[in-house]
């Protein structure tokens, strides 16, 4: 009996020696299979229990997802080759495991039982479980969760928040693949814009350098933002709207109220002054139709040499100023119901 005991008491160096083995032989195990497949370890249920269980001398990142198309989770298809790439980035930089991290997947159809004991209700969920032992050891055995809430589907945020979870281990940088499919189509678009530039240029470049093209472009756009258009698009403005009594107004009450008709009618007048101005090519060019009409009247009708050709020009400019006046007076009592003048026809 004394043997005995003194023959178990000789052992149990041995037996502690080979507990202290076994997290390392299972972080040799599951690496050698990562390092052979290059790529994270596929886990199911089993496999992942022997992975994250304690005693552990070494760390593991574990993606639980659901890929299958049933289950509709879209960030886990398009996280799961960013998640592949982080793992053969790491593995690449760290072959000999001197970080000693491990990473593996674990999908829904082969850890249900997983997914049902750790409570989980959505995909995609990444769990990082410290060492439990050695110098890098925390006290804590619960694992650190990754959070997808911004949606992200990057390697490179879920990199820097394994680096700061692991400040302690060695952290190969994420190595993306050279993308020869862009490389050459941005290649081939350059080239094709070039040949392109270079052909047209002869039959572009007096069409770009028209004057009449250019000062076209200038007034539509003075037009489009002068008359209010992008006040329309701020402030959702409708259309036309009620007066009350049963007919439409075209025109808000109030300075700081337009609709979007009155904007095109605005513009409208603007453009009729544009015109006025392009046709009569021989009068001088100021703000506004009001005060080009009354110009014309002050400076090219005396000079008409013929009396019938005169007071035509006389009677038509002179509707004009009093149209548009009135017009415009009319709009001014619209806006502003205190405004106490008015001409006719308006």
Not at 57 to 75: M, N, P
Not at 79 to 90: I, M, T, V
Not at 115 to 128: E, G, H, N, R
Not at 223 to 247: A, C, E, Q, W
Request: hydrophobic fraction near 45%.
């Amino acid at each position: 009996m004394r043997l005995l005991t003194l023959l178990t008491a000789s052992l149990l160096p041995f037996t502690a020696l080979a507990a202290k083995k076994v997290p390392s032989d299972s972080f040799s195990k599951f690496q050698s299979k990562a390092l052979s497949a290059s790529a994270p370890v596929k886990l199911d249920d089993a496999s992942y229990a022997e992975l994250t269980k304690a005693p552990r001398d070494y760390s593991v990142a574990v993606l639980l997802t659901a890929l299958e198309a049933r289950f509709g989770c879209g960030l886990c298809r398009d996280f799961q080759p960013e998640w592949d790439l982080l793992a053969r980035s790491w593995m690449k930089g760290d072959k000999q495991g001197d970080g000693r991290l491990l990473y593996g997947t674990l999908d829904f159809s082969d850890g249900k039982g997983t997914f049902q004991s750790l409570q989980l209700q959505t995909a995609p969920v990444l769990l990082l479980f410290h060492p439990t032992t050695g110098p890098n050891a925390k006290t804590d055995a619960t694992p650190v969760r990754f959070d997808f809430g911004s949606g992200t589907e990057k390697a490179d945020p879920v990199h820097a928040w394994i680096v700061r979870q692991l400040p302690d281990i060695p952290h190969p940088p994420v190595v993306r693949p050279i993308n020869y499919v862009k490389i050459v189509t941005i290649t081939t678009a350059v080239l094709g814009f070039i040949t392109f530039a270079s052909v047209a240029t002869p039959y572009i470049m007096p069409v770009i350098q028209n004057r009449n093209l250019w000062a076209a472009i200038s007034l539509i756009l003075v037009l489009l933002f002068t008359s209010g258009h992008m006040f329309n698009h701020i402030r959702k403005v409708p259309y036309v709207s009620s007066d009350g009594k049963g007919k439409v107004s075209y025109f808000a009450g109030g300075f700081q109220n337009q609709f979007g008709l009155e904007t095109q009618i605005v513009a409208a007048m603007c453009m009729y002054c544009l015109i006025v101005q392009i046709v009569q090519t021989t009068y001088y060019i100021i703000d506004g139709i009001l005060s080009f009409a009354t110009i014309s009247l002050a400076l090219k009708v005396p000079r008409m040499a013929d009396p019938r050709s005169q007071q035509i020009a006389v009677f038509v400019w002179g509707g004009v100023l009093l149209g548009m006046y009135s017009f415009l007076l009319s709009v001014f009592r619209i806006k502003n119901g205190g405004y106490p003048f008015w001409l006719p026809p308006f």
